[in-house]
């Protein structure tokens, strides 16, 4: 059983900051990608940042030199440092693990349950 728990939103004035964090727990052995999404309501999920391979980042445009995600000291745990915070990044952010390696299986695909994250202006 795979779980991805995610903790640290939370509603901040512009200019602000918040730092999110995931951790994958279960009988995982390795995780090839972990990442952030975001979704405000009538829009697609999108991109925010992910990290390949503990050490390859991606950023959307929109949040580059803002935000910074960062593999934790504990095993499969990944955070995203969010600075200098607009009020369109308003959104839910979820975790995403993709390539979780068990100990009895390879999950490809895999989602946290979401954190409101809400600037106000």
């Known amino acids: 059983q795979v779980q991805l728990v995610e903790s640290g939103g939370g509603l901040v004035q512009a200019g602000g900051s918040l730092r999110l964090s995931c951790a994958a727990s279960?009988?995982?052995?390795?995780?090839?990608?972990m990442g952030w999404y975001r979704q405000v309501p009538g829009k697609q999920r999108e991109l925010v940042a992910n990290?390949?391979?503990?050490?390859?980042?991606n950023y959307a445009d929109s949040v580059k030199g803002r935000f910074t995600i960062s593999r934790g000291n504990a095993k499969n745990t990944v955070y995203l440092q969010m600075n200098s915070l607009k009020p369109e990044d308003t959104a839910v952010y979820y975790c995403?693990?993709?390539?979780?390696?068990?100990?009895?299986?390879?999950?490809?695909?895999?989602w946290g349950q979401g954190t409101q994250v809400t600037v106000s202006s």
């Open positions: 995403r693990a993709i390539g979780i390696y068990t100990t009895t299986t390879l999950i490809t695909n895999y």
């Open positions: 279960g009988s995982i052995f390795a995780i090839n990608t």
């Open positions: 990290l390949i391979s503990g050490n390859i980042t």
